[in-house]
């Protein structure tokens, strides 16, 4: 009988109201906005990068002799896989913590700064050697290839940082459940609660994997289990990529059905849709190692079942927000079996954002799915396939999530207001954005599947027929950068001018009720402790077999390799 | 109501197939950490049938839930035997046995039994497996010599392995309950 809990109690209403008059403390605000501003630095720097990079690969730009594809390729991956999706996500969450449990602890704030320098340290320790040339090892950074060990202490650095602010993140909660017992995390704290516990667990074994690369990189170890290390890596690689992912769905499920003037999706649902990303997310690691040989068949083929799996939460918000536009929009006056769109707010950049990002993510978990499986993995594995797939979901998926975000997030934490103008400027962002990110995704998905490879420099291979029929998709890709490169430009003139130009005024953080006849939540969801445990023994189960057979079974091991 | 002593039913049904049971007895870890905890679970599911239909029998010889504990771990620590794995695959009387032990002397007494259990006697019986797994985890890894007639000694390594992993698992979940007091959040 005392299963059930009540959503929201007085303590809440007065919090919301306190935070309605006067939004976040300048504080909390510093800390969101020095976050989102690196966020965005990234992006500029990363899409300029990407851009010499789409030329280069379409033989249209020759690069200057003291920089090399290779060098550019990884700038551009730690730059915008790194940098901006880890402090975006920070930022946003750190911004969502405060404005839902009643403004951030100090001492959590300090660990947020804490955080903050030591990713900023460790980014700079990263990218001296790559300007260097000394780490043109790819974002992809496992071994046979060795980079510079500063490189991977640089690494070090940034994901104690993340772990400052995760364990900052948990006190957060912890306090506030302290405070209001019998009462749920409010929904973006929840979602944030997951993250964080996904960013600590996920980059547990990529420690592991620096850890045991750095004495092999300054050469105080003769060689390295390449295996071990691919899996400790894919392990953290996949669940990073989903960390990103969960991110922009917590924005579909509680920021978009307010803008849009509707109510949220089921309380409950929601967080079953978190807890189980949060569980299945490790293991997916492994279908980034289909083709890896040492991997025996058999164990292919039960991770094949343990990614799947991770697809069904997904579709799961694929229903709930097309069920919530539908609601949302015939309780506006919609009518017809699909003529209620016309109800849906398309000039508002905030819903136009993530809309297209939803949209863009059916083709782009098709894809995904498709590479999943065992034979057409085979197909596309080292094809420009994947990196057409990769950019449809984290370019098109996820940052245009964020982008839409920050129409409202950074006037409320600047306390300023989003002008018609700023509106207009992201409409057409978004559009530049989206027809760039087809073109270019699109060439690249098409000129995988006739052989393309990817992570190689331009090459012609002596003239040779089959490789000459791919220039016309290099082109387009070149023209897809081209327009990214100009959506880049706009969208950094609209954070920066959002940050510190436009007119002062209050913003609401846009958090959607649940419906009003909805059955309470059941105090289960809460028990993280469990989710965590249940989340290890998964973790177990995948990788025990595969982990115990690459050490006993081991090869002699690989010495350090600089093939560029 | 009653629907889940019916997939409980199907369950071991499923598992006792013989291409199932074959496929999951082909591996000494998915033995042991995947079939036998398969038929533990459709016990688990089959126990309301008996509790329905025995309440007398439940009520007088489990009233405080430690026997079907005990049962249960008794169970338990048979099948963990090496031995026991062996002679499942070599004689059919005992292979029947383990589909007969572990649904309805294990899984049944365990669903009948947490309910009454107090939280003394349920985290008894996590420290008592945690210390089993180790031990388990320890004997199969550094065993100098194989251990099963059927299986090879890497699969052994790998059973070692994931006792420990499971066993790693359960110490966090014995601190997680230690620290974190969950009355002061309800």
Redesign the interface.
């Known amino acids: 009988m005392?299963t059930v809990i009540k959503q929201s109690g007085k303590t809440q209403v007065f919090k919301d109201k306190a935070n309605k008059v006067m939004g976040i403390s300048l504080e909390d605000g510093k800390l969101t906005k020095s976050y989102l501003s690196v966020a965005f630095l990234a992006i500029l720097l990363g899409g300029i990068l990407g851009l010499v990079q789409g030329l280069n690969r379409a033989g249209m730009l020759e690069l200057p002799a003291w920089l090399n594809y290779y060098q550019v390729l990884t700038a551009h991956g730690l730059l915008l896989v790194v940098v901006l999706s880890a402090f975006f996500t920070i930022g946003y969450f750190y911004a969502g913590l405060s404005h839902t449990l009643g403004g951030l602890l100090p001492k959590v704030r300090k660990m947020a700064w804490i955080g903050f320098w030591m990713k900023i340290f460790g980014f700079v320790l990263a990218v001296i050697p790559i300007l260097m040339n000394e780490a043109s090892v790819m974002y992809t950074f496992y071994p046979p290839m060795a980079a510079s060990p500063i490189f991977y202490i640089g690494l070090v650095f940034i994901v104690l940082g993340v772990w400052m602010c995760a364990f900052g993140a948990f006190i957060n909660v912890a306090s506030w459940?302290?405070r209001n017992?019998?009462k749920h995390v409010p929904i973006l704290s929840f979602f944030a609660t997951g993250v964080f516990v996904l960013l600590f667990f996920g980059s547990l074994p990529v420690a592991i994997e620096v850890f045991t690369i750095i004495p092999w990189a300054f050469g105080w170890v003769e060689t390295i289990n390449v295996m071990v290390a691919r899996t400790l890596f894919w392990a953290f690689g996949h669940t990073l990529v989903n960390i990103w992912y969960l991110t922009a769905v917590s924005a579909w499920y509680v920021i978009v059905p307010k803008v849009i003037g509707g109510r949220r999706w089921n309380d409950l649902l929601t967080r079953i849709v978190v807890i189980a990303l949060v569980i299945m997310n490790i293991t997916g690691g492994f279908h980034h190692q289909i083709i890896d040989p040492g991997i025996s068949e058999?164990v292919k083929y039960m991770h094949v079942f343990m990614s799947l799996a991770i697809g069904f939460p997904s579709l799961m918000t694929a229903y709930a927000m097309f069920a919530v536009f539908e609601r949302t929009a015939r309780r506006k006056g919609g009518k017809g079996l699909v003529g209620w769109y016309k109800k849906l707010p398309w000039g508002d950049v905030r819903f136009l954002a993530p809309f297209i990002a939803m949209a863009a993510f059916i083709p782009a978990g098709a894809g995904g799915i498709a590479q999943t499986t065992n034979q057409l993995n085979q197909v596309v594995h080292n094809t420009m396939w994947v990196v057409g797939h990769f950019h449809l979901t984290l370019g098109m998926s996820v940052v245009m999530t964020f982008f839409g975000l920050i129409y409202w997030l950074i006037p409320y934490v600047s306390k300023r207001v989003l002008t018609p103008q700023i509106n207009k400027l992201g409409v057409i962002q978004t559009i530049i954005w989206t027809i760039g990110m087809i073109i270019m995704s699109g060439a690249m998905h098409w000129v995988g599947l006739l052989g393309s490879p990817r992570r190689t420099s331009y090459s012609t291979y002596f003239d040779n027929a089959t490789a000459l029929s791919w220039d016309p998709y290099l082109f387009f890709l070149a023209i897809g950068g081209t327009l990214l490169m100009i959506g880049v430009l706009m969208q950094v003139y609209a954070v920066f001018y959002l940050m510190f130009f436009a007119p002062k005024g209050n913003t609401e953080f846009p958090i959607a009720e649940v419906e009003e006849d909805e059955a309470p939540t059941p105090?289960w969801t809460?028990?993280w402790?469990?989710w965590?445990?249940c989340m290890?023994?998964l973790?177990?189960?995948a990788y025990?077999?595969p982990?115990?057979?690459f050490m006993?079974?081991a090869p002699p091991g690989s010495p350090p390799f600089k093939t560029w | 109501m009653m629907k889940s002593p019916v997939y409980g039913l199907l369950l071991l049904f499923a598992l006792m197939l013989p291409p199932v049971a074959n496929l999951l007895e082909s591996i000494m870890i998915t033995h042991m950490h995947m079939q036998m905890p398969l038929l533990i679970i459709s016990g688990l599911f089959m126990a309301k049938f008996f509790q329905h239909r025995f309440p007398e029998f439940f009520s007088k010889w489990n009233e405080n839930g430690v026997p079907g504990l005990l049962l249960f771990s008794i169970i338990m620590v048979y099948w963990s035997l090496p031995r026991t794995m062996d002679e499942a695959l070599t004689l059919t009387s005992v292979e029947i046995f383990k589909f007969i032990s572990l649904p309805f002397l294990a899984g049944v007494p365990l669903r009948d039994s947490w309910p009454k259990l107090s939280s003394f006697w349920k985290h008894a019986l996590i420290i008592f497996f945690t210390i089993l797994f180790l031990a388990l985890g320890w004997l199969y890894i550094w065993s100098p010599v194989q251990l099963c007639n059927n299986y090879l000694i890497i699969e052994q390594i790998t059973l070692g392995w994931g006792f420990i992993s499971t066993a790693f698992a359960m110490v966090v979940y014995l601190i997680y309950s230690y620290f974190v007091d969950l009355s002061k959040y309800e």
């Open positions: 005392e459940r302290k017992p019998g058999p105090r809460e028990r402790g469990l965590v445990v290890i023994v973790v177990g189960m025990v077999i982990l115990v057979d006993v079974n």
